[in-house]
């Protein structure tokens, strides 16, 4: 699949398969000028992936074959045991977790979940979470902090889900109690954006020693969307609201509301999922080290500073 | 600068001396549109004296309403927004801040102080709603930050009056990061084991609802006050139908178990005290030392 943007690559992808199959039907050398198509799409390619705008980035951080919590689990997680349930409501698919180990380690892994097909989408929600999914990924980072295991969450949500029941059963409070709740754990927080990052739905789970975000993902108060629909009052601003909000993973390092950026291959983390799997995988196991050098006490102190920084105002 | 006709928005404009409020001046409750004197409806708390409604009030008049004669120190009075992203939609963000200021005499969408409470120190954080909708962004979270930290400092029970659509889009992510921050301190606080309540007013809903307001170790909330994390137009779309008849009231909120007890803004004052005195620290029953010690 191609987003809008990548349509003059496809197109030049495409003229290349023609011209591989045409050479071999009429058993011609164009050994030439495929090597100069090629060259030519790798140029663009560097061109548009080197030159994203800030909307391009969010199209590739919701691209339907990018890799899913899920997805980076199987592929860096030697063993894996999924826990369910938030023992008081029920089973929220749009929040996943359990532990694991990686290369020897073990951890507590827990993310938003979005499903691929019609059938998942529903299934996960979206990957928008309900009360239970952040009450869910709450017990399972106390079970974490008993057991003094490090956690990593994986962020990938369009938002909580505002919906009837979540509001019934405490959508503001469940997010709340995680950030508060987040702040005083006793073992390493490891936080990494693989998506979308949306609002209070993903911050629920973001509160971090370290906080990554992959390349192409976005984090902020608001998707540009619903930033158009009420400042603009219509749906057709989004380019402009995603300028606006500045909202990709190289604006929130600059304004230090993240540690670090994990590099995708260019294209998108689809493009190469194992690939991008074992970068996210050494960048835990190192930043788990890395923070095991820190006392429990030093690592919570260290995390209230950090948030507590954030802010830009004139007195 | 009549009350009367700002009635229609429901929103009452206080004005910067109105503590004596002349004869002659009128309002007119938005829910009953019974109509009666200024002076009667500030002296009910600004609640209607017919139907009781409550009337959205902002930080002037709170500050009025708790604290014994009016006198508290104000904290971070001047501190005001600035414009990190360089922020503009169809207006740049400095001029709206520029013109939201100069309409409401305010600085911005908070005002934090200390003083006594029928003689007992608390803390206060009022929001205003008049400030671009309370909405919350640096400003609103570093001062309740600091709210939180003197309460902490001092071991005075704090009191955050809500009244919020929620977070501050112009600030994007720095908006968002204010509700990890305010939780921070919360945490803090709660450590501590100094009093903390949280009173939800309307409307009280977004980010603001989803960190600080949902944090107290008392949830309490004003009758009628629209709370929640969706607003009702986002959850109507989301569903598809219309909402249940009292939806996201503060009743509702009551009724599913997130709210210890909803306060008539006439009794808040006498109920507040009477929780701190029954909660203050006694000679007999101080903390352990070494956990006192610890958290100074
Ligand atoms: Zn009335």
Same mark, same amino acid.
């Given at each position: 699949?191609?987003?809008?943007?990548?349509?003059?690559?496809?197109?030049?992808?495409?003229?290349?398969?023609?011209?591989?199959?045409?050479?071999?039907?009429?058993?011609?050398?164009?050994?030439?000028?495929?090597?100069?198509?090629?060259?030519?799409?790798?140029?663009?390619?560097?061109?548009?992936?080197?030159?994203?705008?800030?909307?391009?980035?969010?199209?590739?951080?919701?691209?339907?074959?990018?890799?899913?919590?899920?997805?980076?689990?199987?592929?860096?997680?030697?063993?894996?045991?999924?826990?369910?349930?938030?023992?008081?409501?029920?089973?929220?698919?749009?929040?996943?977790?359990?532990?694991?180990?990686?290369?020897?380690?073990?951890?507590?892994?827990?993310?938003?979940?979005?499903?691929?097909?019609?059938?998942?989408?529903?299934?996960?929600?979206?990957?928008?979470?309900?009360?239970?999914?952040?009450?869910?990924?709450?017990?399972?980072?106390?079970?974490?902090?008993?057991?003094?295991?490090?956690?990593?969450?994986?962020?990938?949500?369009?938002?909580?889900?505002?919906?009837?029941?979540?509001?019934?059963?405490?959508?503001?409070?469940?997010?709340?109690?995680?950030?508060?709740?987040?702040?005083?754990?006793?073992?390493?927080?490891?936080?990494?954006?693989?998506?979308?990052?949306?609002?209070?739905?993903?911050?629920?789970?973001?509160?971090?020693?370290?906080?990554?975000?992959?390349?192409?993902?976005?984090?902020?108060?608001?998707?540009?969307?619903?930033?158009?629909?009420?400042?603009?009052?219509?749906?057709?601003?989004?380019?402009?609201?995603?300028?606006?909000?500045?909202?990709?993973?190289?604006?929130?390092?600059?304004?230090?509301?993240?540690?670090?950026?994990?590099?995708?291959?260019?294209?998108?983390?689809?493009?190469?999922?194992?690939?991008?799997?074992?970068?996210?995988?050494?960048?835990?196991?190192?930043?788990?080290?890395?923070?095991?050098?820190?006392?429990?006490?030093?690592?919570?102190?260290?995390?209230?500073?950090?948030?507590?920084?954030?802010?830009?105002?004139?007195? | 600068?009549?009350?009367?006709?700002?009635?229609?928005?429901?929103?009452?404009?206080?004005?910067?001396?109105?503590?004596?409020?002349?004869?002659?001046?009128?309002?007119?409750?938005?829910?009953?549109?019974?109509?009666?004197?200024?002076?009667?409806?500030?002296?009910?708390?600004?609640?209607?004296?017919?139907?009781?409604?409550?009337?959205?009030?902002?930080?002037?008049?709170?500050?009025?309403?708790?604290?014994?004669?009016?006198?508290?120190?104000?904290?971070?009075?001047?501190?005001?927004?600035?414009?990190?992203?360089?922020?503009?939609?169809?207006?740049?963000?400095?001029?709206?801040?520029?013109?939201?200021?100069?309409?409401?005499?305010?600085?911005?969408?908070?005002?934090?102080?200390?003083?006594?409470?029928?003689?007992?120190?608390?803390?206060?954080?009022?929001?205003?709603?008049?400030? !671009? /909708?309370?909405?919350?962004?640096? #400003? %609103?979270? &570093?001062? *309740?930050?600091?709210?939180?930290?003197?309460?902490?400092?001092?071991?005075?029970?704090?009191?955050?009056?809500?009244?919020?659509?929620?977070?501050?889009?112009?600030?994007?992510?720095?908006?968002?990061?204010?509700?990890?921050?305010?939780?921070?301190?919360?945490?803090?606080?709660?450590?501590?084991?100094?009093?903390?309540?949280?009173?939800?007013?309307?409307?009280?809903?977004?980010?603001?609802?989803?960190?600080?307001?949902?944090?107290?170790?008392?949830?309490?909330?004003?009758?009628?006050?629209? !709370? /929640?994390?969706?607003?009702?137009? #986002? %959850?109507? &779309?989301? *569903?598809?139908?219309?909402?249940?008849?009292?939806?996201?009231?503060?009743?509702?909120?009551?009724?599913?178990?997130?709210?210890?007890?909803?306060?008539?803004?006439?009794?808040?004052?006498?109920?507040?005290?009477?929780?701190?005195?029954?909660?203050?620290?006694?000679?007999?029953?101080?903390?352990?030392?070494?956990?006192?010690?610890?958290?100074?």
């Amino acid at each position: 699949m191609h987003l809008d943007f990548e349509k003059p690559i496809a197109e030049l992808e495409a003229k290349l398969v023609d011209m591989k199959q045409l050479a071999q039907e009429n058993n011609v050398d164009v050994e030439e000028a495929v090597k100069s198509l090629e060259a030519k799409i790798k140029n663009l390619k560097k061109e548009i992936y080197s030159n994203l705008t800030r909307w391009q980035r969010v199209q590739l951080s919701r691209h339907p074959d990018r890799p899913y919590t899920l997805d980076y689990i199987a592929d860096i997680a030697d063993k894996f045991i999924e826990l369910h349930g938030d023992r008081g409501v029920k089973d929220d698919k749009a929040m996943v977790g359990g532990f694991a180990e990686i290369g020897g380690q073990g951890v507590m892994l827990i993310g938003h979940q979005k499903g691929r097909n019609t059938k998942q989408r529903q299934l996960r929600n979206f990957g928008m979470a309900n009360p239970e999914g952040y009450r869910k990924a709450l017990r399972m980072m106390k079970l974490a902090e008993k057991f003094n295991k490090p956690i990593v969450t994986f962020i990938d949500t369009p938002g909580a889900f505002p919906g009837l029941e979540g509001e019934e059963r405490g959508q503001a409070e469940a997010i709340a109690r995680n950030l508060k709740e987040m702040f005083m754990l006793k073992v390493p927080v490891i936080c990494i954006v693989i998506g979308e990052g949306a609002s209070g739905g993903a911050l629920g789970i973001a509160i971090g020693d370290k906080v990554f975000m992959l390349e192409n993902t976005w984090y902020s108060v608001i998707s540009p969307e619903s930033c158009s629909s009420i400042l603009w009052r219509s749906w057709d601003y989004k380019e402009q609201a995603a300028e606006a909000l500045k909202l990709t993973a190289y604006d929130m390092q600059k304004f230090k509301l993240i540690d670090e950026i994990i590099k995708e291959p260019l294209g998108g983390a689809h493009t190469d999922p194992q690939g991008m799997s074992k970068k996210v995988k050494k960048v835990i196991l190192d930043t788990i080290k890395e923070l095991n050098q820190l006392t429990p006490q030093e690592r919570i102190n260290q995390r209230i500073e950090k948030f507590s920084a954030m802010g830009v105002f004139v007195e | 600068m009549t009350w009367f006709k700002r009635t229609e928005k429901g929103i009452v404009t206080p004005t910067e001396e109105k503590k004596e409020v002349p004869d002659g001046l009128w309002y007119q409750c938005t829910e009953c549109k019974k109509v009666m004197q200024s002076r009667e409806h500030s002296a009910n708390a600004y609640t209607c004296i017919d139907c009781n409604n409550h009337a959205r009030i902002g930080s002037m008049e709170y500050f009025e309403i708790l604290f014994d004669d009016n006198n508290f120190t104000e904290l971070d009075e001047t501190m005001s927004s600035s414009d990190p992203l360089e922020f503009s939609d169809t207006q740049a963000y400095p001029d709206r801040i520029k013109g939201s200021q100069k309409k409401s005499g305010l600085k911005d969408a908070v005002r934090t102080g200390y003083g006594k409470m029928n003689g007992i120190h608390i803390v206060v954080a009022c929001m205003d709603f008049r400030f !671009i /909708g309370g909405s919350m962004g640096s #400003v %609103v979270g &570093e001062k *309740i930050s600091r709210a939180i930290d003197y309460a902490r400092k001092k071991r005075h029970p704090l009191l955050i009056i809500s009244k919020s659509g929620g977070a501050r889009m112009m600030e994007a992510g720095f908006s968002l990061m204010q509700m990890a921050k305010t939780s921070a301190k919360l945490a803090l606080l709660d450590q501590d084991r100094v009093p903390y309540v949280s009173l939800m007013t309307d409307p009280t809903t977004g980010g603001v609802t989803a960190s600080y307001a949902m944090l107290g170790d008392f949830n309490i909330a004003e009758p009628g006050a629209l !709370i /929640g994390f969706a607003g009702p137009r #986002v %959850v109507r &779309e989301t *569903i598809g139908k219309d909402l249940p008849e009292g939806f996201q009231t503060a009743e509702f909120l009551l009724e599913h178990g997130f709210l210890d007890f909803i306060v008539d803004r006439k009794e808040l004052k006498k109920t507040l005290t009477d929780l701190f005195t029954i909660l203050k620290e006694t000679k007999e029953a101080k903390q352990p030392k070494k956990e006192k010690e610890k958290s100074e």
